[in-house]
């Protein structure tokens, strides 16, 4: 089964900094999507990538995607309070079926 | 364009019961895919359908079932409900399947509780 991890878990950072959440994943997929969660919300599609080297930004938010390492990243820039939420990323189909796996969430606080 | 919605967005069960989840995607989604949240387990995906047929399905017992209609409406049903069975659960629609890598749109998710 695949198996998607993320870390941090919990991230409490001051507006105006920078940080990155990571996301590994145990087997070849090359799609790899980001999702925000508000409490009590449903989830907001952030980014989806599909290919080696796939690079995306939106606003403060940058992801990519290193399929080789089967690794991607959520790059957050000068962190303001409205980006606090948890964020999941999601990986699949992958070589080894089609289901679709989130990963654990990790939970940003943006600290004024 | 109207998001995805889900109906009802709340219920309260009692254990041995069975409930019956509707979803209703983006206007020309085809393809639909269910969810199951939880503090516990996280996200856990539950199974996906296009033009009404299923095409992939997660690792829940057979007491938890779906179907979609020729609208693309989906259902899910989980019968002999169990308080382990509490739970958001989020549906998604997309132009196409997941394979297709197209964007998957959330609705706002029903929240099942089971007494």
């Known amino acids: 089964e695949l198996k998607v991890e993320q870390n941090p878990l919990f991230l409490s950072m001051q507006e105006g900094k920078n940080y990155t959440i990571y996301c590994n994943y145990s087997?070849?997929?090359?799609?790899l999507y980001w999702y925000r969660q508000d409490p009590g919300k449903s989830l907001e599609s952030l980014f989806v990538l599909l290919s080696n080297g796939a690079v995306k930004q939106e606003g403060r938010l940058m992801a990519s995607l290193d399929t080789k390492a089967r690794l991607s990243t959520l790059h957050i820039t000068a962190a303001v309070h409205d980006l606090s939420a948890t964020y999941f990323c999601?990986?699949?189909?992958?070589?080894?079926?089609?289901?679709?796996?989130f990963g654990t969430g990790t939970s940003l606080t943006v600290i004024p | 364009k109207a998001g995805v919605t889900q109906t009802p967005r709340y219920l309260i069960k009692t254990r041995g019961q069975q409930v019956t989840l509707s979803c209703s995607p983006i206007s020309g989604h085809r393809s639909v895919s269910w969810y199951q949240q939880t503090p516990g387990q996280g996200l856990q995906f539950l199974f996906e359908?296009?033009?009404?047929?299923?095409?992939n399905k997660g690792n829940f017992p057979g007491r938890f079932s779906g179907r979609q209609f020729s609208n693309s409406r989906s259902e899910m049903n989980v019968s002999t409900l169990e308080l382990g069975d509490s739970a958001l659960y989020l549906c998604?629609?997309?132009?196409?399947?997941?394979?297709?890598?197209?964007?998957?749109?959330f609705g706002p998710g029903t929240r099942l509780t089971v007494t």
């Open positions: 359908y296009f033009s009404e047929t299923q095409r």
């Open positions: 998604a629609s997309s132009l196409a399947p997941h394979r297709e890598g197209y964007e998957q749109y």
């Open positions: 087997t070849t997929s090359d799609r």
């Open positions: 999601a990986v699949g189909p992958s070589n080894t079926g089609n289901q679709f796996y």
